[in-house]
T-cell receptor, first 112, second 114 residues
């Protein structure tokens, strides 16, 4: 059972465009949602995260929009750069400090 | 501080062999995780330890997969016996206990079972 879903599976954008990555979840007990960025041959690295008490989190060109009622969130990458080409994972964690549950990832390619 | 260390980076095994993957967490982190990563399934939790106590395990992985915390700074993942479907990247991660501390990942071990 996939508790965290991501779409699209892959995405290609031109340099300078905004990439939008979607994530949805099933468990209303989830309260912490990090996004991880992974380059080939490396482990995932935390990019940005949000708690369920917030509806928006910004960090430079990266913004999370969170809709608790619909159990959906999205990651917007503004002014996309070729160096942003990577796989992005949405994750979620329930209360009590449990292990993160990951989506299957979205692979982003930014064309110059 | 050094990051999460995993060895070996690559492992090739024959079907039926026993393999042991190793992980050293970030110093001071008392939560340690093992994940399996494949393109189809993404990251699947194998085990989660807090201060050497097993907190969660991936139910589907119990029979041939065994993770242990030998001490607070060293963990192993044993797969016995290996099967071709075990071919994947195995990731170790650690974090300080409590929410919502960042979970740091190692570079992974790529396992190929022939």
């Amino acid at each position: 059972q996939q508790q965290v879903r991501q779409s699209p599976q892959s995405l290609t954008v031109w340099e300078g465009e905004t990439a939008i990555l979607n994530c949805s979840y099933e468990n209303s007990a989830f309260d912490y949602f990090p996004w991880y960025q992974q380059f080939p041959g490396e482990g995932p690295a935390l990019l940005i995260s949000i708690l369920s008490v917030s509806d928006k989190k910004e960090d430079g060109r990266f913004t999370i929009f969170f809709n608790k009622r619909e159990k959906k969130l999205s990651l917007h990458i503004a002014d996309s750069q070729p160096g942003d080409s990577a796989t992005y994972f949405c994750a979620a964690r329930g209360q009590g400090g449990r292990a993160l549950i990951f989506g299957t990832g979205t692979t982003v390619s930014v064309s110059p | 501080d050094a990051g999460v260390t995993q060895t070996p980076r690559h492992e090739v095994a024959e079907k039926g062999q026993t393999i042991i993957l190793k992980c050293e967490p970030v110093s001071g982190h008392n939560d340690l995780f093992w994940y399996r990563q494949t393109k189809i399934q993404g990251l699947e939790l194998l085990s989660y330890f807090r201060s050497k106590s097993l907190m969660e395990d991936g139910g589907a992985f119990k029979d041939r997969f065994k993770a242990e915390m030998l001490n607070s700074s060293f963990s192993t993942l044993k797969i016995q016996p290996t099967e071709p479907k075990d071919s994947a990247v195995y990731l170790c991660a650690s974090r300080r206990s409590g929410t919502p501390y960042e979970q740091y990942f190692g570079p992974g071990t790529r396992l190929t079972v022939l």
